[in-house]
Every structure is written in structure tokens, then in C-alpha cells.
């Protein structure tokens, strides 16, 4: 992805932003443990997606309700992501 477009979506981001404590990792989920603080931590969040590259995690596609998706695929399946 270029340099340029990485700037772009971490500034749109930073507005959107929200922190929360971590809470601690309530049941196994990924085939790689260190994904399951992320995905308790976007479930506490109340994230609407969680999108990433890592197959681990692609590869449950939702987590809690919570859509998993490739980065190439956020625009075509919410329009508010759109160029």
C-alpha cells in the first residue's frame, strides 16, 4: 500500500479513535493466542470491523458479531470507506 494512503487512513482513524482498558482474554478463539487480547479488545470496543492482513484471523471472518476483513475488501462492503 503506498506511504500516502497509509497517512491518509491513520489520520481518518485518529479521529475515530477509541481507548479502553484491557480486560483480560475470556476464551480461546484464534489459532494464534496472541490474536484473542485483539479480538476481546475490539469486541469490549464495540468496533464495527476488524481488519487485517493476519490469516489467523481472517480466516473466522467474524468475531462476536464483528465483521473480519482484508483491507482491499472495507470499501466494497461499506461505502463510508470509499475513496
Known amino acids: 500500500m503506498p506511504k500516502e494512503d ?4 491513520i489520520n481518518s482513524l485518529h479521529f475515530s479513535c477509541k481507548i479502553v482498558a484491557h480486560e483480560g482474554v475470556p476464551e480461546k478463539v484464534s489459532r494464534d493466542p496472541k ?18 492482513g493476519d490469516k489467523n484471523l481472517l480466516v473466522l471472518a467474524c468475531y462476536k458479531n464483528i465483521p473480519i476483513v482484508a483491507p482491499g475488501l472495507l470499501a466494497k462492503i461499506d461505502s463510508a470507506f470509499e475513496e
Open 35 to 52: 490474536d484473542d487480547p485483539l479480538l476481546a479488545d475490539a469486541a469490549q470496543a464495540g468496533v464495527d470491523y476488524i481488519v487485517t
Open 6 to 9: 497509509v497517512a491518509r487512513i
